[in-house]
């Protein structure tokens, strides 16, 4: 064995990419070169999509032609609309949206073919695919019927006129265009990194977003974001903030380690495998849920966010992470706490095909080694031989 384990392969180089920067020690973080504060708001999710794919930022000429692939691939498929009207109105939204893209997947025109022209295909069609679902199901588990949007609009727009069924106001859908940019790509987290491990079997791309989107639900990854709204709306009060964080802290003594990884007895929206200061990406969430909160008389729960981060500081060293203000940002949008993730896989998908594609042009199975812990190399016969004469020895006792 070459390389020693590490838990969770901590601190592992797993591949080579060249879309995504995390600068963990600094909480910085880049798309291509450009740091993410200056990235976040200055373009259209559109834009850094194309940047994130394609590698540089794109002309007018090629910007007004990304848009217009999107705008193209719109369009909910009649299999998928139906399919989620047969869902139990219950059904976890990233279940949803996991299940349509499979389905999807056997409707594509291009599902035998991942040739790079294919590959882009499906990816515009992913882009639009995932907002769509998101969207639809919203509204067919709220008791309404999934609507048609206006053509031409921002990406940003065009989901939100899905969810609400009428156009959003441009500060509205300016900010969620922000939010959708600040989640789009973030280099080998894990549900991009169970989207590389597909592709480099050499499995479609659709299939592959269905594992990155299995991946993204579980609560140590974008999961978090919905438990960090529900424990927010939990506290509900500012003044129970610093006790809410002590109790939750302070079950945590006397627990086993395997205990202490319940998300029970951890506070979601704090601590990350890479960074060790507060990222960019939660500095410009924690501006935007301050400034949404006023406008939109939410402030009560900026207000305990701010108690519980300040809680944290004062007992931990761990990190605000990306989940934890963006949930006060969904939650001033209107957005219910099972919803929020499915926003960060609207957002996502964009990080999600670019490494597909990088993974598609330049592929290599993946596939480490598991450092054996179990038993030694033993003989079945002699086990089984050892067995039969102790079971003959006590039925001759008895
Ligand atoms: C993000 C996360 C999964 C990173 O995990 P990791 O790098 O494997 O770190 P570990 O789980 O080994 O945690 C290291 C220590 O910090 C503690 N810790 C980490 N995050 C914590 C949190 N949010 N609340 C309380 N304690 C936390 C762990 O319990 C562990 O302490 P222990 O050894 O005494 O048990 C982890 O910080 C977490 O579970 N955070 C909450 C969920 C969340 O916000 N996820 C979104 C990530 S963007």
New binding site residues.
Partial sequence: METAWKA?L?DVIAARSAICQVDGAAGKLYYRGYEIGEVAGAIPFEDVTALLWHGELPSPAASAQFASRLETARGLPAAVADLLRTLPRDSHPLDALRTAVSLAATGDPDVRSSDPEANLRKAFRLMTLVPETVAAWQRIRTGRTPVAASASVSHAAYFLELLEGRAPSREVARVLDLVLTLHADHELNASTFAARVGVATLTDLHAAIVAAIATLKG????G?NE??LAMLLEIGDPARAESYVEAR?GA?AGLS?HE??D?R?????????VYRVDDARARVLRGMAKSMAEATGRQKLFEVAERVSDAMRAR?T?PV????FSAVVYDALGIPPDFCTSIFAVGRVAGWCAHALEQFADNRLIRPRAEYVGAAPRSLAADQRRRTETSMASSSKS
């Fill in positions: 969770g901590e609560p140590r990854h974008g978090a438990d960090v802290l945590r380690k202490r990884g998300p007895v951890r506070v979601p929206g704090f601590g990350h495998r931990t761990l992470n990306v989940d934890f």
